[in-house]
C-alpha cells in the first residue's frame, strides 16, 4: 500500500467483514485469518454435487465453487457482508479467486453473467452482489460480459427455509432473455454467490439454451453444506 493509503487507514480503518478487525496494509478486504479458516470446496465434493445437482437434466455443462458454505461461520458472515452491507471490493476479490480457480476448468467460455435480481428487490438493495462477484471473475478471465440480457423478471420469495421440490415451484418462469442475439451461440458462464439446489441457476441455463445458448457452466463462491 502506498503512504497515502496507510493514512487514510489510520483515520478510516478498513475491518474485516467476518472478525470485524483492522486489515492490516497487505490484506485485502478479508484478513488472513479469516480467510484460512473457509473450508475450501474439494474437487471430489464438486463431482458429487455436479453428479447430483446437475448431470441428470444435462442442461449445465460444468460447474465449480471456492468453497463449502457454512451457517454462523466465516463464509457466511463474509457473504452476508457482500450482499447486504455494500461490501463490493471484498465481492471482487473473492471473484478474482473463483476466476483463478475456474481456469484450471477446461471450458471455452464466451460470455459472463452474473444471476440477475428482480428490479424491485435490486431497488431496495441498491445492487445485485452477484454483479461484483462476476466482476472480479472477468477481471481474471477477460471475457465478454453482460448484465442485461438475462433478466429476473418473477419476483421470488426467498428460498433460505424451502426444500427442493418448492424452490424448484418457487423459482419457475423467473427469468427471461431480454436480448436473443447476445446469446445466441455462446457459451455462458453463470456467476452466483452460494449454489444450495442449483434450482436457481439450472432455471437460468434453461431459459438460455432455450434462447439459442451454446453451453452453460456455472460458479459460485460457495456451495451449501
Given amino acids: 500500500m502506498s503512504f497515502f493509503s496507510d493514512i487514510f487507514d489510520f483515520f478510516l480503518p478498513r475491518l474485516c467483514p467476518s472478525c470485524g478487525n483492522k486489515l492490516n496494509s497487505g490484506e485485502e478486504s478479508i484478513c488472513v485469518d479469516c480467510l484460512l479458516q473457509i473450508k475450501p470446496a474439494s474437487t471430489s465434493r ?38 447486504y452491507q455494500k461490501r463490493f471490493r471484498t465481492g471482487e476479490l473473492l471473484g478474482k479467486l473463483l476466476g483463478e480457480k475456474i481456469q484450471n476448468e477446461n471450458w471455452d467460455i464466451d460470455l459472463i453473467i452474473p444471476v440477475p435480481l428482480h428490479h424491485l428487490k435490486k431497488a431496495e438493495r441498491g445492487y445485485n452482489q452477484s454483479f461484483y462477484i462476476a466482476w472480479g471473475v472477468n477481471k481474471i478471465l477477460r471475457r465478454q460480459f453482460d448484465e442485461k440480457s438475462l433478466k429476473r423478471i418473477k419476483y421470488t420469495e426467498t428460498q433460505t427455509a424451502m426444500n427442493i421440490v418448492e424452490r424448484v415451484e418457487n423459482i419457475s418462469g423467473a427469468f427471461a432473455v431480454k436480448h436473443k442475439n447476445n446469446i445466441r451461440g455462446k457459451n455462458i458462464l453463470l456467476i452466483d454467490d452460494v449454489i444450495t439446489t442449483g434450482a436457481t441457476v439450472t432455471e437460468c441455463a434453461s431459459v438460455l439454451i432455450d434462447n439459442g445458448a451454446a453451453k452453460v457452466y456455472t460458479a459460485s463462491l460457495a456451495i451449501a453444506d
Avoid: N, V, W
Fill in 46 to 83: 464438486l463431482s458429487h454435487d455436479f453428479l447430483k445437482m446437475f448431470k441428470p437434466k444435462g442442461i449445465i455443462s460444468g460447474f465449480t465453487s471456492l468453497y463449502i458454505f457454512e451457517k454462523d461461520k466465516e463464509i457466511q458472515k463474509i457473504i452476508h457482508a457482500i450482499k
